[in-house]
Each structure stands twice: as C-alpha cells, then as structure tokens.
C-alpha cells in the first residue's frame, strides 16, 4: 500500500482509461467513426482514417476533443447515436468497484473528474452504474477548461471543496497529472494499464499502478489506516 490514506480526505478520479477500458474509445474514434464517415461520403477507409485522424489531433488539449455535439456538427454524423451501436465495449477495469468501496468505506470524498461530454457520462454511467460510488461527478465542459490546462484544477474549487495537500488524483493522463501537479495536488498515481488492448508501461514521473487493488491494504491488513468513522 504506497499510499498514507490517513493523509488523504479527497479522492478525484479520471472516467475514461482510469476506472473505465479505454479500448472502447479508442476503437470508437480510430475505427467505427472512420468506418461510418467512410461509407457516408463514399471514400476509402484509408482516406477516411487520415482525414480524420488530422481533424481530430486538431483538437488535443480543448474541449472540443471530447465534444459530442462539436463532432456531429463537423462530421454529419450523429456521434452519440454512433456510441450507442458499440456501447456493449464499454467495460470496468478490473478492481475499481473495489477500490470505490475501499473509499467509501474510510469516508474519503471521491469525485468523478472529466474532460468526457455529458452525453458520453450519461451513456457510460448508465451502462457501467458506478455512479452512486461518488459524492459527485464534474465534466471539464461544466468547469469551463480540460484538465490539460493549467487553470482547470484551481477553477474546479468552485465545484468541489477539496485542499490539494491531502488530495489523490488517480489518471491515465501524465499530461493531466502534471498541471495538477503544478496547482500542488500532492498524491498523483499513473494508472498504465489503461486499455486491455495495450501492454502497460509505468511512468517515468509518477507513482504507477496497473490496477486499483495496488493501492488497497491488504485483506486483514489495514495497519493504522483509520475509518474516520469516530
């Protein structure tokens, strides 16, 4: 157990890669989109795929990277209605309901943070039902900034009361850990196993886990952790 839990009141957790497989994401942007675009302009899946891979780099580190309505406007495509036909890849990684109630259990408040739109939340959340495992959940959109900018972090005390000395992070994103790490959010944990389609590969920066189960005592061992239940 690498963490000192009785130092730590706030939880904030990435969605997409961190608690969730971020396999179907990507194979929902790098391969279904493509393949429909494609077929609705009458193009080769190749020409398809580097059309809109460009389009989409275009877009890093802003909120209309993960903008549903952005991207139906640009592709003519009904994005969400697109996500609905290969819902059935969206996927818990391993362990984090676990870790939820581990949280739950030692009264931490846990907050879902991120940059996902509000109709990709209200999929994922009904498909997955993790959402009564937090205290609350906060899209970027809602905030204003993604967490790629250096603002966000401050901006997102206006949502969430949390001091970032006693504060975990948990991310897929050395890019988002970074800028949190720049406001001064102290606990920051790399999650690398981020897809099942991908072989894992530990951050040279931060403390990394594959699964959440690395960051739990182990069972019947809980050392001085205290509940706050007192």
């Known amino acids: 157990m690498p963490l000192d839990w009785n130092t730590i009141d706030t939880v904030l957790l990435d969605m997409d890669g961190t608690l969730l497989d971020r396999h179907f994401d990507d194979h929902f942007w790098l391969e279904h989109v493509p393949k429909r675009w494609a077929a609705r302009h009458n193009v080769t899946l190749e020409y398809a795929r580097q059309h809109l891979y460009a389009m989409f780099r275009s877009q890093e580190n802003t909120l209309n990277w993960t903008d549903l309505d952005y991207w139906s406007d640009r592709l003519h495509l009904d994005i969400p209605l697109l996500k609905e036909e290969v819902q059935h890849l969206i996927a818990v990684h391993p362990f984090v309901v676990e870790f939820l109630l581990f949280l739950k259990q030692h009264r931490k408040q846990v907050w879902l943070v991120t940059n996902a739109h509000s109709k990709t939340l209200n999929l994922k959340m009904k498909k997955t039902l993790l959402g009564p495992y937090f205290d609350g959940v906060i899209s970027a959109h809602q905030v204003g900034l993604p967490k790629e900018d250096d603002r966000f972090w401050a901006a997102l005390q206006r949502h969430v009361t949390y ?4 504060t975990m992070l948990g991310e897929d994103s050395e890019t988002n850990l970074s800028t949190a790490e720049r ?7 790399y999650v690398s196993r981020f897809s099942s389609a991908i ?13 959440f189960s690395q960051l739990m005592p182990a069972p019947g061992d809980t050392g001085s952790l205290s509940s706050r239940a007192e």
């Not at 406001?183 to 944990?189: D, E, K, N, W």
């Open 199 to 211: 072989q894992p590969r530990a951050s040279e920066r931060f403390l990394s886990i594959e699964y």
């Open 163 to 166: 001091e970032p000395n006693r």
């Open 183 to 189: 406001f001064g959010i102290r606990y920051l944990v």
